[in-house]
């Protein structure tokens, strides 16, 4: 069995290969859950990928990755990790863990990675949304422009003020306090924990359809395809968590869109305003970008590439 520094490391590591190879489609996720009925910027994931790198360049699409990579390692280190710990003080007795264990592990795991997690999302969510509002009020000045008699004939250029996560980070923490950094802290633990229950119980079992013994790791294909069937499917079954958290933690508002006080009235107006399909919005994009990540993330920590890291370190003799 593998170290806790181990896992916390190859934890790290599976993340910080997932996010760079999905981070677009995850800021097109994020792009199209917020848009509300008012003005549409966007009618689809490639819609949005082929827009960004228009207006915004080809690294437009990782704007709020630096934050995803810096800050990734920690919580899939601990989400991993965590799971782990939990199966393993939860199988004391040496019989096979029961589903309803096996949920209990997942559910403690997703409420351990919500410390780093909230934070994460909530500055990621600023730098990936800031693109949308800055193209829509340009959008919205020119309609202007191009229509004196709304009253706005004189609309100036719209100039978009790139800001960076140190600065949203200080500002949140001068104005709120650390509580402004877990705004929408029960929303994500709403997401985080329904994910593990489903994901890490339904990984472990299809992992095990690779295994000829229990003794022996299952083939790195399989661990892969498990942790990509896993991931979308626990994905898209928590979506509608995950549309409430990003619409909580935005802090700037697009042309006419809706605030929210809180998680329910958010639920309500989603309801009530754009309907019950606005609950599976960016649901295909989430499958996209959890599919591969964890299925990479499951590779990389299940092959244990820490462990020749940490058999070059010296042997400590007394």
């Known amino acids: ?59 437009g699409m990782y704007r709020g990755a630096a934050v995803n990579l ?3 390692t920690p919580e899939k280190a601990i989400k991993l990790a965590a799971n782990d710990f939990f199966r393993h003080h939860l199988a004391r007795d040496g019989k096979k863990l029961t589903l309803i264990k096996e949920m209990l592990a997942g559910c403690g795991a ?3 990675q919500v410390i780093v997690t909230t934070p994460m999302e909530m500055l990621k969510i600023q730098l990936q949304d800031a693109g ?31 800001t960076t996560a140190m600065q949203i980070t200080r500002d949140l923490l001068r104005s709120k306090g650390i509580a402004g950094l877990y705004k929408g802290l029960g ?35 399989v ?26 933690q935005s802090l700037q508002r ?15 107006k989603i309801w009530r305003n754009e309907g019950p399909t606005a609950f599976l919005k960016g649901a295909y994009c989430r499958a996209l970008v959890i599919a591969p990540l964890f299925g990479i993330a499951q590779v990389v920590y299940f092959i244990g590439i820490a462990e020749y890291f940490l058999d070059m370190l010296p042997v400590r003799r007394d």
């Open 1 to 59: 069995m593998l170290s806790l520094p181990a896992k916390l490391i190859n934890g790290g590591i599976a993340g910080l290969i997932g996010v760079t190879c999905v981070f677009p489609i995850d800021l097109a996720k994020t792009r199209l859950q917020n848009q509300q009925n008012g003005q549409r910027m966007y009618t689809s994931m490639s819609d949005c990928l082929i827009k960004t790198i228009r207006s915004e360049g080809y690294f």
């Open 70 to 72: 810096t800050l990734v």
């Open 110 to 112: 997703g409420t351990c």
């Open 132 to 162: 949308r509002i800055a193209a829509q009020k340009k959008l919205m000045a020119a309609q202007a422009q191009l229509n004196p008699s709304t009253g706005a004939g004189a609309a100036e250029s719209v100039v978009e003020t790139r």
């Open 187 to 221: 929303a994500t633990l709403l997401r985080d924990v329904p994910f593990s229950i489903v994901y890490f119980p339904l990984f472990a079992n299809l992992n095990k359809l690779g295994q000829t013994t229990p003794d022996v790791k299952a083939p790195f294909y």
């Open 223 to 248: 661990s892969f395809l498990a942790g990509c069937l896993a991931g979308s499917t626990a994905a898209v079954a928590v979506n509608p968590c995950d549309v409430i958290k990003t619409r909580l």
């Open 254 to 268: 697009g042309v006419n869109e809706d605030t929210y006080s809180g998680i329910i009235d958010c639920a309500r």
